[in-house]
């Protein structure tokens, strides 16, 4: 069974920076697509970045050159560094494997 838990997440100031972690179970990590998303009140969940197992990356055009996304495969970890926070950016986060596995969240509050 597959878990993913997120970590790193807070409350920082605007223009701040945090760095989110997921850490996955299991011995599929490596060969699977892994993404972050974000799900801020009243609002549907988004992509936010998404990284492949080859290396590859797309971001949301709200978070271009302000979040990178990466993994450390001998970790079974996939990261997001974001920073240059806004407000706008605040949300509950979520690491996604795959299209099946989802983690539970971590909440990230910017604030003014």
């Known amino acids: 069974q597959v878990q993913l838990v997120e970590s790193g997440g807070g409350l920082v100031q605007a223009g701040g920076s945090l760095r989110l972690s997921c850490a996955a179970s299991?011995?599929?990590?490596?060969?699977?697509?892994m993404g972050w998303y974000r799900q801020a009140p009243g609002k549907e969940r988004e992509l936010v970045a998404q990284i492949t197992s080859g290396g590859s990356t797309i971001y949301a055009d709200s978070v271009k050159g302000r979040f990178t996304i990466s993994r450390d495969n001998a970790k079974n970890t996939v990261y997001l560094q974001m920073n240059s926070l806004k407000p706008e950016d605040t949300a509950v986060y979520y690491c996604?494997?795959?299209?099946?596995?989802w983690g539970k969240g971590t909440l990230v509050t910017v604030s003014s």
């Open positions: 299991g011995s599929t990590f490596s060969r699977n697509v």
């Open positions: 996604r494997m795959g299209v099946s596995y």
